[in-house]
């Protein structure tokens, strides 16, 4: 492919895409937006796995974008877990 980066549905693990993609490609995904829906708990987790199977190496995102009936708060608590974290 003749691209720079790679958006990441959720149904594809980052773990996986980066072997297919290769290093040198930015990866940018790939939480399921449906997690939004859920917990705390739940949400920080899924951002956590994301972020690990990714290596730190990508863009975290949800892999379909923010459903416009989205809870506020859980959008809050998504990006302070993706700026928590820490390899």
Not at 46 to 61: D, S
Not at 63 to 87: C, M, Q, S, W, Y
Request: proline content about 2%; charged content about 25%.
């Amino acid at each position: 492919m003749n691209v720079n980066s790679l958006s990441i549905d959720w149904k594809i693990s980052m773990k996986k895409a980066r072997e297919v993609a290769g290093k040198s490609m930015v990866l940018c995904g790939n939480v399921d937006p449906i997690i939004l829906y859920g917990s705390e708990k739940n949400i920080i987790s899924a951002v956590n796995q994301c972020i690990h199977e990714a290596n730190g190496y990508h863009i975290l995102n949800l892999g379909h974008g923010v459903e416009k009936d989205t809870p506020e708060e859980a959008v809050r608590i998504f990006v302070n877990a993706a700026k928590e974290f820490k390899l």
